[in-house]
């Protein structure tokens, strides 16, 4: 498949066609369809007492399957294999690793978004992006800016889907003050510069994050849209389906499985670096972890780090004062990208460790925060006292170095 990484680059975006090749799309469509029956049953048995009778399926107004986070018994077999191998794609695997500029990049996320039940309306105008746990926005910037994507985001249409808009560019910068206006006074309407992106059936859309977007209507339109992207970093929490796959895919994600492993021993190398204020340990762990970042870059990194030590020193029940409910309820997350691998991960370091490990980072920690709380929208975040855009100023690795002693 031709695409166009300059346009990309610049854009934040490109519309794709077939990227699932039409005598497929059929076949796709009945697999989903499969996945989508066997979610049904399983959300109405879950369904709380006040719910209605079908549970999630009725009451959300974006059902979506979410595939690789839980367990899928009983949902993928060799009947709907095909569901998790359109990850294995030249026109999704092959086209996000030319994207991203690497050799191998590996599926996420994987899921699958509904229409309604009923009309639900447009949702908010928002970026992927939740800086509490991450990093202030400014850092995602710089870091493309300075050396490219880590994460490329996926809409692949199974029925023509007309419901995502963004702002073209909007992945290299802030905000406009037009735009907090606009999104202040009503986050449900067009933006200006917005762009519809208009998706055939089998058209795939795919844009870098945090990209400035939109769901329009979320109205009873049949609409099934596989949703995810790609990155170097994957974790997978479920790997019963694995059986299913074509040999071939097998040995993809067993690659990617096996990545994921030595990913984590490289952000352990890397806190224990900072635990035994070993600076050369410390940059040679960046190094291993994202091979070929710039200053920028390792700035975000530790930024990601500073988080991941959070929630390791939270799993141990550490003391931890002025950190926000939202932060510690976040710690229980998996989030790969952001080297937020869980809390089992948590579970190599001892107690006295974490808490080690919390004090080599608070000064960090409070660079990235502000006395008085505040609000920006189009994030996925309430009022916080984290910087919702600025990275701390005048302040790189070495810096952070430095505050060890």
């Known amino acids: 498949m031709q695409i166009n990484r300059t346009q990309f680059m610049e854009e934040g975006y490109l519309v794709l066609r077939e990227v699932v090749p039409r005598d497929e799309l059929a076949a796709l469509r009945e697999s989903y369809e499969l996945m989508v029956s066997r979610q049904r049953e399983i959300w109405a048995k879950e369904r709380a007492p006040h719910e209605p009778p079908g549970g999630v399926w009725e009451t959300s107004p974006q059902p979506r399957l979410q595939l690789g986070c839980e367990p899928l018994a009983g949902l993928v077999d060799e009947k709907t294999a095909s569901t998790i191998e359109i990850w294995a794609h030249e026109n999704t695997h092959g086209v996000s690793s030319e994207l991203l500029g690497v050799a191998d990049a590996g599926v996420t996320e994987m899921m699958l978004m509904c229409n309604p039940g009923r009309d639900r309306g447009p949702a908010a105008w928002h970026r992927d992006h939740h800086p509490i746990d991450t990093a202030p926005l400014q850092g995602y910037l710089d870091d493309i800016l300075e050396t490219g994507p880590r994460y490329v985001q996926w809409n692949l249409s199974l029925y023509d889907d007309n419901v995502l808009w963004v702002i073209p560019g909007s992945h290299l910068r802030i905000n406009s003050a037009a735009e907090n206006q606009q999104l202040l006074a009503d986050p449900r309407v067009p933006l200006p510069g917005g762009v519809q992106t208009h998706l055939n059936a089998g058209d795939g859309v795919v844009y870098i994050l945090p990209l400035l977007h939109w769901g329009s209507n979320y109205s009873r339109k049949m609409r099934r849209t596989v949703h995810g992207g790609f990155s170097n970093f994957t974790h997978y929490q479920a790997f019963d389906y694995i059986d299913y796959l074509s040999p071939e895919v097998q040995e993809m994600f067993d690659r990617w499985h096996a990545r994921s492993k030595q990913m984590q ?141």
């Open 265 to 405: 021993v490289w952000s352990e190398n890397a806190l224990r670096a900072v635990i035994e204020k070993d600076a050369n340990a410390y940059h040679t762990a960046l190094d291993k972890l994202h091979p070929g970042r710039g200053e920028k870059g390792r700035l975000l990194s530790t930024v990601f780090l500073c988080k991941a030590a959070c929630f390791v020193a939270l799993a141990h029940d550490c003391e931890l004062a002025d950190i926000p409910d939202e932060l510690k309820n976040r710690g229980k997350a998996f989030h790969a990208i952001t080297l937020n691998w869980g809390p089992p991960f948590a579970a190599r370091f001892t107690k006295a460790e974490a808490a080690v490990l919390w004090e080599r980072f608070k000064p960090l920690d409070a660079r990235l925060k502000t006395d008085k709380e505040q609000y920006l929208p189009g994030f996925q975040s309430g009022p916080m006292h984290y910087y919702f855009n600025e990275m701390p100023a005048n302040f790189g690795v070495v810096d952070f170095i430095k505050t060890w002693n």
